[in-house]
């Protein structure tokens, strides 16, 4: 049984301050280790370490949280928590990785409310000859998202866990690795298509999210604790359709998202054309006005706030918003029939299980 | 002792086409499964496929010949080769990653005579919505660069090597990951700089090139079959100043290089405004005049071919080009004096690490 005093988060708040702390924490020490390993290089990785630090602070922790509680589910306990925590913090490394790398593919200038990587690198060069701070900017984000992929797994294999252990988290890591890439992949080519179905669209936030944030965590988490079959396959269950609704309520504050909370500028999915679910929909139902208003200001880089408003309107009217707000109350409800449906360990990893659907798929940012 | 017939590679031709055909099979036969293991996301993956393909062919497997020898030259031998030829392959998985994100930094159109990835993917979406394409493709080959990272590592865990074997070869396998990122980091931020140092130049191909490329293939493989420390550090005193001896000879192609050879425009270098040891020794060397072209022709990214002829007299009327041909033959000196000091298993290792070093110092592409 597990010492509650250490566990680090409860079932009525599943990804807790703690939980948070103890990934930075974690992440900070495995930093250091890295400067230290890179030092006889000499102060010119100064900034490189900067960034990946600012890369990796904030954000909720969520991928992290999805381990721990599919950790506890299998029954994982006690002194393995350090090692425990390490994999989920290799996990965050992972993300990290993947919003540097998106925001090099969405030319993004913020995130979280600070400059991006390729901005912040390129701001660090104040006497850089003309011309060339951008571009090393960009080069350096690029950089930066290859180097925390490969902490990743370096992180993950010094975790503490013994070899056999690391052996059957492994499937759920590289899946996670490869099906986050392939979802990107899925989201870029549709990116090129003056169309996208319903299902194009479902079939990026199965891999981009579904999968990538939800399933393999808690698969990785459960496996490390060496769940069975059962368990891992009612994970699924739960975290496919859980993991969907939490992408589309993602793509719904990126539209009508207060940028105050979310930290990204209120219409940026619109300007960048990003193919969801809500403007599939739209573009479903959407009469002739409403058509001629998406054709002509959708996927236009130089939106005005009015363009944006404008845009929400036909989302609103043509019911898309709503028909999206339908999908996500059914995916929470198929998520929490799937967790009824599965042998998790214990009252308090499914009580966290439940209060995580409600969260993940409720929020402003 | 090893089945001599089953060996891919001999002393007199180390890095054979045999051993070549071998990792060019490893790679397909693990490129078949991850294409099986994501099927279910349908044919728009496809494309991502066949780029990674070309990506993976054909260059010299230079990384991985040293993979082998290093492990040869522990002792390595027999039933472990299938073993060992996934671990080569894996590094020639990292080797292509960063070739195809090096073309993104250096936003070029060709690598080995053929497309770039970023070109490539281009290419492959005819109808794509007008300005969509270049963006799609640099986008893609960004997802893919990380693919092929993230398969490394697969690769590596699932090559049939024993996790206690595998545990052994991770030091070098995380530090030949994390070396070349660096020295990538050191390069980029060099060419945001008016001038470099020669010793500037030498840290850039300590890390990109002389740990990455030949120390730490050998190591890594020394690992996997049980190499001690002696061994482990005499592969170093061979290794390092081969390895930087090797990127001098870069250098000299990427500026003087036969472009129907090397598969890269002649002067690419030089319009880059790459910071090499030959462009530092120029700097350091040019009277006035001499100077003048340097500075107002070096990293134009229109030079002529005029132009690029200038720069190559100045390289060379400078004695930059003989200066730097002495380092490279001191470095080799440098390499073959650590190896005769290197506790060798049998006389074949030491006399392919002998005929390697002649390989890489001496070519033309």
Redesign the interface.
Known sequence: MPDSSADPASAADPASPRLQAAISDTVSAFLAT?QG??AA??P??DD?FEVAERALEGGKRLRAAFVYWGWRAAGGAGSDLTCLLNCAAAVELVHA??LV?DD??DGSDTRRGHPSAQRDFAGR?P???EG??E??G???A??L???L???S??LY?TSGFR??V??RG?PAF??L???V??G???D??A????RSSAADAM?VVL?KSAKYTVERPLQLGASLAQADTALLGGLSSYGVPLGQAFQLRDDMLGVFGDSAVTGKPAGDDLREGKRTLLVARAFDRADRAQRTTLDSLF?RQNLEQADVARLQDVLRDTGAVAAVETVIAELTDAALAGLRGTPIQGSEPRAALETLAALVTDRTA
Do not use: C
Request: aromatic share 6%; glycine share 6%.
């Open positions: 890295q390993a890179l290089a000499g010119d990785l490189l990785s993947a790398h090099l593919i060069v006497d850089a000859v060339t701070a571009p090393f960009v080069a350096a690029l950089l998202g290859d180097l992929l490969a902490w797994d370096e294999n070899p056999k690391l052996r492994r590289d899946r690795r490869r099906e890439v392939a990107q992949y899925l870029v080519l990116q090129t298509r003056r079939r891999y996927g």
